[in-house]
């Protein structure tokens, strides 16, 4: 019989949890939204009650013994040996808290369940699902961008999650590429998540709509005043040939390009996995992004460059959230 274990990816809007095998089979999926107003306490009740509701709907039919523990995910700075979440974006009054000592003591207080836990990063949990179930099985070395809201990353050297001194390797969304830049994020001027997270792709797309000459069918994809003008109304404009639209994408990968350049020339890593709610919009980021990491390097850094498109989607954080349990990669 196969391993198997929980997933659980904790976001500012969401929780997910997954039963999954060592297969890689999903058998189970939940979303419940994240009760923010119950604060720190309440979330890690929230979490127990519905992990412990899916291990206990299982245990019988899997095996008890053959339970692999949970693997959780959290946005924000994660000290994975010490169990400490750090200043997590969109849930107010974290500050720092030892989220992962309070929901073993409430699993064993409450649900008397006693099993091995793993807290991890977001998108290093992502990194780690692409790299034992998605795209990154065929790579050693890989580093997986995740863009949506922010942009994040996580890196694999050696079929190793690398997290650095601290718990943050990774976060290529805090690199500059413009330091003179108009864009400000974490009081840090010209980032890659200022320019391309979700705000900066909105604030792209409006001005270079506004500069360029009058386009009639900006309202039928945008709304009026581009009011409702967002990535995937771009993806849609875009894949309809609007070239307002194209040009905001080639700006995105392009800057993608430049800090993948960086992340090149300072650790030889050639491969990318490219996921996240915005990577939908596939080859309208990723040709550009490719185009201008080439431009970005030198030629002997050319060799083996590629960049894929990540093949989890929005399930990534609760398969790399069980993969820490089954694999070697944590």
């Not at 196969?2 to 095998?21: E, F, R």
């Not at 922010?150 to 890196?155: A, D």
């Not at 050297?157 to 997290?163: A, I, P, S």
């Not at 800057?255 to 030889?268: H, K």
Request: aromatic share 6%; with cysteine; hydrophobic share 40%.
């Amino acid at each position: 019989m196969a391993h198997w274990a929980l997933g659980v990816d904790l976001g500012g809007t969401a929780v997910k949890l997954a039963v999954i095998d060592n297969d890689g089979s999903v058998l189970e999926h939940e979303r419940h939204p994240t009760r923010i107003d119950s604060g720190p306490e309440g979330i890690v009740r929230q979490i127990a009650s519905l992990g412990f509701s899916m291990y206990d709907r299982f245990r019988e039919r899997l095996g008890e013994q053959l339970f692999s523990g949970i693997g959780l995910g959290a946005p924000g700075a994660v000290d994975s040996r010490k169990g400490l979440l750090s200043y997590p974006p969109n849930l107010p009054d974290w500050e720092q808290y030892p989220l992962k000592g309070r929901l073993q003591n409430v699993l064993a207080d409450e649900h008397s369940l006693d099993c091995r836990l793993i807290l991890e990063n977001d998108a290093n949990i992502a990194a780690c699902g692409e790299a034992v179930f998605g795209a990154g099985e065929k790579f050693d070395d890989f580093m997986m961008i995740t863009l949506g809201t922010g942009v994040g990353g996580g890196i694999i050297l050696n079929r190793k999650l690398y997290r650095g001194s601290s718990g943050t390797a990774g976060e290529i969304g805090y690199m500059t590429v413009d330091y003179g830049g108009k864009s400000v994020h974490a009081g840090v001027r010209g980032t890659v998540e200022s320019l391309i997270g979700k705000k900066g792709i909105v604030a792209m797309g409006i001005e270079t709509y506004r500069a360029g000459p009058p386009d009639f069918r900006s309202e039928k994809f945008h709304g009026k005043d581009l009011c409702e003008l967002s990535p995937r109304t771009l993806e849609n404009a875009a894949n309809q040939g609007d070239p307002s639209a194209i040009e905001v994408w080639n700006k995105v990968g392009a800057i993608l390009g430049v800090g993948l350049a960086g992340v090149v020339a300072l650790m030889d890593i050639r491969k990318f996995v490219i996921g996240g709610g915005i990577s939908g919009a596939g080859e309208l980021i990723i040709t550009p992004a490719f185009r201008q990491l080439k431009r970005s390097t030198l030629p002997s850094m050319h060799e083996g460059l590629e960049l894929v498109q990540a093949k989890l989607g929005n399930r990534a954080g609760v398969y790399g959230a069980a993969a820490l349990c089954f694999s070697s990669i944590e």
